[in-house]
T-cell receptor, first 115, second 113 residues
Framework: AQSVTQLDSHVSVSEGTPVLLRCNYS??????LFWYVQHPNKGLQLLLK??????LVKGINGFEAEFKKSETSFHLTKPSAHMSDAAEYFC?????????????FGKGTMLLVSP | ETGVTQSPTHLIKTRGQQVTLRCSSQ?????VSWYQQALGQGPQFIFQ???????GRGNFPPRFSGLQFPNYSSELNVNALELDDSALYLC????????????FGPGTRLLVL
């Protein structure tokens, strides 16, 4: 079975400083990986996805993630945090073992951005 | 293009009651998946519907059931509500059951008292 582990439950940064949200995955085959963001009292918005093409994936709002097979990692980064980035971020792996796609979520990382 | 919509936005029920949540998929999408997100947790897969049939199911009891209609909209029904059913219920649609990218609605927040 696929799984993801988000290594930090909370990350605090100052506005204008870099963001790093860490994610490790476990998969029996080449996985598809996603990052979703959830703002307070909102649904989930897709930030970016990796589907075995380029290992460095660019997403919306200046976020990017790098797939590293040797480290089984898919960390999310942004060069400069903005106040509007404060939200919960989920690392997600797609499971296709049963012939259809379901998503397995990590427990989430809350990003706090201070002025 | 209309995104995924869900209704109602909030709901309060008492233990033992039954509830129906509704979801309209994004235009052109024939697959709907439902997830339960308990407070402080990531969403967990409940089941998926593809062309009006249940396509797959997570680790949820049979009192969680669903329907998908010819227009691909969907319902989630929960019978005999328990306090632990209090959660945000998220609906996601995708182009097909094999399509991995899912687009989520805003969710329905259910409180069971």
């Amino acid at each position: 079975a696929q799984s993801v582990t988000q290594l930090d439950s909370h990350v605090s940064v100052s506005e204008g400083t870099p963001v790093l949200l860490r994610c490790n995955y476990s998969s029996s085959y080449s996985p598809s990986l996603f990052w979703y963001v959830q703002h307070p009292n909102k649904g989930l918005q897709l930030l970016l996805k990796y589907t075995s093409a380029a290992t460095l994936v660019k997403g919306i709002n200046g976020f990017e993630a790098e797939f590293k097979k040797s480290e089984t990692s898919f960390h999310l980064t942004k060069p400069s945090a903005h106040m509007s980035d404060a939200a919960e971020y989920f690392c997600v792996v797609s499971d296709r073992a049963s012939g259809y796609s379901t998503l397995t979520f990590g427990k989430g990382t809350m990003l706090l951005v201070s002025p | 293009e209309t995104g995924v919509t869900q209704s109602p936005t909030h709901l309060i029920k008492t233990r033992g009651q039954q509830v129906t949540l509704r979801c309209s998929s994004q235009s052109g999408h024939n697959t709907v998946s439902w997830y339960q997100q308990a407070l402080g947790q990531g969403p967990q897969f409940i089941f998926q519907y593809y062309r009006e049939e249940e396509n797959g199911r997570g680790n949820f009891p049979p009192r969680f059931s669903g329907l998908q209609f010819p227009n691909y909209s969907s319902e989630l029904n929960v019978n005999a509500l328990e306090l632990d059913d209090s959660a945000l219920y998220l609906c996601a649609s995708s182009l097909s059951s094999a399509q991995e990218t899912q687009y989520f609605g805003p969710g329905t927040r259910l409180l069971v008292l």
